[in-house]
């Protein structure tokens, strides 16, 4: 019996990969997050059992724990189980995590790469990650650390480092982000973009500088852009990487 930790992509069913589809048609057991798009649970095949495991705010602390049972119990009764996790499996998905708990259980494991949000969400924002004169790399962190975690990240270093900066799980931590980034030297007028639900009709752009981060709302799920590429939308409306173009509402480009 094998359990694939398979990435759902930023959203777009249209950005699953081939291996996902196959899978999601083919599976017995499909064990999805609270964040997974409505449109790619329709490609569920009609027979296979759907368990929704997504997590909630106040859900109860052994959350994860209970998410390891459900798969190694799933593995038992099934030949093809799916573990759908949005973007990524290992970009701040615990898909690591369920793996080592699979093999340990004796489970076999298979992982489908998807496309991670920390990418695909300024791409259809029509942002760069990196650029020539801008940005030569960049880095993604996540705005919710572990608090029980010996090491934690040096927001100084970040400020520092003069790549992009990508912060995923960061929207209700806009003005400590911003606090900590213009204390490590970070300039004020850094621009700064924020997706929300990227790649879905309910995409939207907001563009704002570091000084005035701490005073814009940002709904979740949404991904934080910092850096200069984040003042450049080099797509226009025909743009073939626009996915959304006319649901995603953008505020006016400093450039």
Same mark, same amino acid.
């Given at each position: 019996?094998?359990?694939?930790?398979?990435?759902?992509?930023?959203?777009?069913?249209?950005?699953?990969?081939?291996?996902?589809?196959?899978l999601?048609?083919?599976?017995?057991?499909?064990?999805?997050?609270?964040?997974?798009?409505?449109?790619?649970?329709?490609?569920?095949? &009609?027979?296979?059992?759907?368990?929704?495991?997504g997590?909630? &705010?106040?859900?109860?602390?052994?959350?994860?724990?209970?998410?390891?049972?459900?798969?190694?119990?799933?593995?038992?009764?099934?030949?093809?189980?799916?573990?759908?996790?949005?973007?990524?499996p290992?970009?701040?998905?615990?898909?690591?995590?369920?793996?080592?708990?699979?093999?340990?259980?004796?489970?076999?494991?298979?992982v489908v790469?998807?496309?991670?949000?920390?990418i695909?969400?300024?791409?259809?924002?029509?942002?760069?990650v990196?650029?020539?004169?801008?940005?030569?790399?960049?880095?993604v962190?996540?705005?919710?650390?572990?608090?029980?975690?010996?090491?934690?990240?040096?927001?100084?270093a970040l400020?520092?480092?003069?790549?992009t900066?990508?912060?995923?799980?960061?929207?209700?931590?806009?003005?400590?982000?911003?606090?900590?980034?213009?204390?490590?030297?970070?300039?004020?007028?850094?621009?700064?973009?924020?997706?929300e639900s990227?790649t879905?009709?309910?995409?939207?752009?907001?563009?704002?500088?570091?000084?005035?981060l701490?005073?814009?709302i940002?709904?979740?799920?949404?991904?934080?852009?910092?850096?200069?590429?984040?003042?450049?939308?080099?797509?226009?409306?025909?743009?073939?990487?626009?996915?959304?173009?006319?649901?995603?509402?953008?505020?006016?480009?400093?450039?």
């Amino acid at each position: 019996m094998t359990v694939h930790l398979v990435g759902a992509g930023p959203g777009d069913p249209d950005l699953l990969t081939v291996r996902a589809l196959k899978l999601l048609e083919a599976a017995d057991v499909v064990v999805h997050d609270r964040l997974v798009d409505p449109r790619i649970l329709d490609l569920i095949a &009609p027979w296979a059992e759907v368990i929704d495991v997504g997590k909630r &705010p106040g859900g109860p602390t052994d959350a994860q724990d209970r998410i390891h049972d459900v798969l190694v119990g799933a593995s038992r009764r099934a030949d093809t189980v799916v573990r759908l996790k949005g973007g990524d499996p290992f970009v701040f998905g615990r898909g690591g995590e369920e793996a080592e708990a699979l093999r340990r259980a004796g489970v076999q494991v298979a992982v489908v790469p998807g496309i991670t949000s920390a990418i695909a969400g300024p791409a259809a924002a029509g942002i760069p990650v990196t650029m020539r004169g801008h940005a030569s790399g960049f880095t993604v962190v996540t705005g919710h650390e572990d608090p029980v975690a010996g090491r934690h990240l040096d927001w100084d270093a970040l400020a520092r480092l003069g790549t992009t900066l990508i912060v995923l799980m960061g929207a209700s931590r806009t003005a400590a982000i911003a606090e900590r980034l213009l204390a490590g030297g970070m300039a004020p007028d850094t621009p700064v973009a924020s997706i929300e639900s990227a790649t879905t009709s309910a995409q939207r752009t907001l563009r704002t500088t570091l000084s005035e981060l701490d005073s814009q709302i940002i709904n979740a799920p949404a991904v934080l852009v910092i850096g200069t590429v984040a003042g450049l939308d080099v797509m226009d409306e025909a743009g073939l990487g626009r996915l959304v173009a006319d649901a995603t509402v953008n505020e006016p480009s400093p450039h």
